[in-house]
């Protein structure tokens, strides 16, 4: 009897092909019907509102013939129309030169305040395009050398730095107004010969040994990352997590396979792009170097009509009021700037499109992995679901790809909080105002308390309600979360990143046959002078420069823009014709989403036919390293787990008070920060916390929560051995009833766990608060522990939550 075939690969695999079709259907399906639906809502609502703007502007310029006043209202408009016309190409033209004088400058960073340098990195051992500024305070503002300093790095991601300093409301002046010293990381325009990512990071963690130096008497530095600079930042900590205290990722792309159908079009470029072969072209036919406006290109192709004609069109509309503001911002939007070709291959390979910093496979130099676990310092991540460059998937998702679940944060002794704007775009995050008051200051302050805060994932609330006289109170508190949490906060289909998967196989492919065959032949044709040339002709260098001196046909511009200036007559506000004008700009601006809505709905659609079949799903397998399943019954065979346990039974005072604070913290499920502040002043400034040290503090911390988070039975039973006297029962009740504050404003858990522990420790009740005093206000009883501690001054309010 002959023996029966083998069944074929494709045969082996057809149950799981089938399944894998259907999904890519379903998915095909989704995307169109959100895109349609996308479409539909807002060229609907934005049609009925030109329409209601055409009628208003009909009935005007009715009754403005009516009265005969038409013609005259014409003759105004376009007069006035003219002035703004000369006087915004003359805007244009300041626009170039001061590009060239910028350029001609070195490029250096567009900080709205003075500074020193501190370190340049081009004096290093192994020198970098990089400096450390110290942010000069501005007249008034008052720094104290024992306050936490700041250190803030800037993207790189095509522009220049300064951005996290551009206005007096920024993060710059938020830290300034409160007293803290800040320093500055940014770079030049082009990168040092040689130099490598690891000798960043290495430079970077340089210039925080010297801040530490500076600042002796203070807690180690928070480390501000914006964007490009997030991930540089938890790269940073996780190979030096000694040197970091507080992290803050504004807007930070690191789980960047991440999105949601019918959002976030640009992290398909990797795969329609062909992966990192585009860089290593531009990189060589630019000698070495990657030229910045290519990537400032790409972020302005996600919004054409903002990009190409609104902020114009604004400008134009208003030119006697935003000349300024507008060359500011595009001083820094258009100093391209650098990174070679090692630099920008790492970028591509390592995170957008092999996205292995989330996964924990990143590699700054061989066999040895960034392990974001190794942080230890609390991490606050803002995002937002306005933000079309970084959506929150990819800001918050590492969280998930990087621990088990949030019993490993807490295990490990780690703090991350995160916050989710509503609708506040890419750059809002760092220029905003409104984000500075609000967002940036709040975190600023929390930043001072949140080494109190128990170890766990937290979602970070900032309400706000009108004071008195217009001012804002804000209510901040957190709430204990879930990585289930975090991936519905904002929808996510994690299924689909394995689409992603074939796309960095590709891109692999795609490389290794580059370097083996055009690459040495397109090296070899390339001089300095062609590739100065070819960033020269780059479009958006090339727009700018029309408009400047270096074009001659402006010169004949000037007497008009001397007489707009001199006879500047505006039209008056309700002239119809501005009101067309306006009416014509919106159609303009609304047709050119259309054709963007359009767009990105095709890129979408052609990704997912691409890479969504089941052949790109084994392609991406087959070069993938299967990641080893999770245990989370591990993490108490942990040896410090083990130790901690151990010591259940020991301890004093202090460790008493710890203990009880994080079992009430684990009963409410949310703390305000009013008491997170008061429990920071006990902490720091009363014994026997101050004699402690931030080291020894946060290692009892840490030991009280394992106990608390594996035991947390035997941990309250446990509690009488830890105080063996009555005095001492009695003094750590009065320092947490002084933390907790009035039990009107406890939750019932809290209040039931409380009365559990007086009753254990034997402690009597204390008297309940006169009715209405505030929680900031409640005194804790005269002991040794207390006597020195003072109610945290309050930067703000904050409200009771309800238990989530």
């Known amino acids: 009897m002959s023996p029966q075939p083998r069944p074929s690969s494709l045969q082996n695999h057809l149950p799981a092909d089938l399944e894998t079709q259907a999904r890519q259907t379903n998915r095909l399906l989704t995307s169109a019907s ?31 013939l009516g009265t005969g006043a038409l013609f005259q209202m014409a003759a105004d408009y376009s007069l006035d129309a003219l002035q703004r016309l000369a006087l915004t190409l003359d805007v244009l033209r300041a626009r170039g030169n001061n590009d060239k004088a910028h350029e001609e400058a070195g490029t250096p960073p567009v900080l709205d305040y003075d500074y020193s340098v501190v370190i340049d990195g081009r004096t290093l051992a192994r020198p970098v395009n990089y400096q450390l500024l110290k942010i000069l305070p501005t007249k008034g503002v008052r720094v104290l050398d024992q306050k936490r300093p700041y250190m803030i790095i800037d993207p790189r991601a095509g522009h220049g730095a300064g951005i996290g300093g551009f206005k007096p409301d920024s993060q710059v002046g938020v830290a300034l107004r409160a007293g803290h010293p800040v320093y500055f990381v940014v770079f030049r325009q082009h990168p040092e010969p040689g130099q490598t990512l690891l000798d960043v990071m290495n430079a970077e963690a340089q210039f925080l040994r010297e801040i530490a130096r500076r600042h002796p008497e203070s807690a180690k530095p928070v480390v501000v990352g914006n964007c490009q600079g997030g991930w540089a930042t938890l790269i940073l900590a996780a190979a030096h997590p000694e040197l970091t205290g507080p992290l803050v990722l504004n807007g930070a792309p690191v789980a960047t396979w991440s999105g949601q159908i019918g959002e976030s079009a640009m992290r398909y470029n990797g795969g329609l792009l062909g992966g990192v072969l585009p860089a290593l072209l531009m990189s060589d036919l630019g000698a070495g170097e990657f030229d910045g406006a290519h990537l400032v290109s790409n972020f302005e192709m996600l919004n054409p009509s903002r990009n190409f004609f609104g902020k114009y069109y604004d400008l134009f509309a208003d030119v006697d009021n935003k000349r300024d503001s507008f060359l500011e911002f595009e001083k820094w939007w258009g100093g391209f700037h650098f990174t070679n070709e090692a630099e920008i291959r790492w970028i591509v390979e390592q995170l957008f499109v092999g996205n292995r910093l989330s996964k924990g496979e990143a590699q700054l130099e061989p066999g040895k992995k960034l392990d974001l676990k190794a942080i230890r310092a609390p991490i606050i991540v803002f995002a937002s679901r306005g933000d079309n460059i970084t959506p929150p998937q990819q800001a918050l998702n590492w969280i998930v790809d990087t621990f088990v679940d949030e019993q490993e944060i807490r295990v490990r002794g780690q703090r991350i909080l995160y916050m989710v704007h509503e609708k ?28 109190a805060l128990t170890p766990g994932l937290y979602e970070m609330k900032i309400d706000e309600t009108a004071g008195d006289e217009g001012n804002e109170h804000f209510f901040v508190s957190f709430h204990a979360r879930t990585m289930q949490d975090i991936l519905t906060t904002v929808e996510n289909d994690r299924e689909q990143e394995k689409d992603f998967t074939a796309v960095a196989r590709l891109s692999e492919i795609g490389a290794q046959a580059y370097d083996l065959s055009l690459r040495p032949l397109v090296q070899s044709l390339v001089t300095q002078q062609s590739a100065d040339a070819l960033r020269d002709a780059h479009p958006s260098r090339v727009s700018r420069k029309l408009f400047s001196d270096a074009n001659p046909l402006l010169a004949l511009l000037q007497p008009t823009v001397d007489w707009a200036r001199a006879e500047r007559q505006p039209a008056q506000a309700d002239n119809p014709f501005l009101a067309l004008e306006r009416l014509t700009a919106h159609s303009i601006m609304q047709g050119m989403d259309l054709v963007r809505d359009l767009r990105d709905a095709a890129y979408e659609n052609t990704f997912l036919s ?55 913290a684990g009963s409410r499920g949310s703390v305000r920060r009013d008491r997170l502040e008061r429990s920071a002043q006990v902490l720091n400034h009363t014994q026997p916390f101050q004699s402690m040290g931030p080291q020894r503090r946060s290692e009892l911390i840490q030991q009280q929560s394992l106990i608390a988070e594996f035991e947390p039975r035997r941990a309250l039973e446990t509690l009488p051995a830890l105080l063996k006297t009555q005095q001492d029962r009695q003094q750590a009740m009065d320092v947490v009833n002084h933390i907790l504050g009035a039990r009107s404003e406890m939750e019932p858990h809290s209040l039931e766990l409380i009365q559990r522990l007086e009753s254990l420790l034997g402690v009597a009740t204390p008297k309940p608060a006169p009715a209405g005093a505030a929680v900031s206000k409640a005194k804790p009883a005269t002991t040794p522990a207390t006597r020195s501690a003072k109610p945290a001054a309050k930067t703000s309010r904050a409200r009771k939550e309800a238990q989530p």
């Not at 479409?39 to 502007?57: C, H, M, V």
């Not at 790109?616 to 399943?629: H, K, Y």
């Open 34 to 64: 959100h895109h349609s639906q996308k479409i539909s809502q807002n060229q609907s609502q934005r049609t009925q509102a030109l329409g209601a703007e055409l009628g208003q502007t009909q009935q005007a310029l009715g009754e403005a």
């Open 424 to 451: 506040v775009g890419h750059l809002g995050i760092f220029v905003s105002s409104s984000v500075a008051r609000k967002e940036h200051a709040e975190m600023a302050s929390t930043l001072k308390t949140i080494e």
């Open 610 to 664: 691409i890479y969504g079949t089941p052949w790109m799903r084994m392609l991406g397998q087959s070069g993938a390293t299967p990641a080893p399943e999770p245990d989370v019954n591990q993490l108490r065979e942990m040896l410090e787990v083990k130790q901690a346990l151990e010591c259940m039974e020991r301890g004093d005072l202090g460790a008493a008070v710890i203990r009880m604070l994080i079992l009430l």
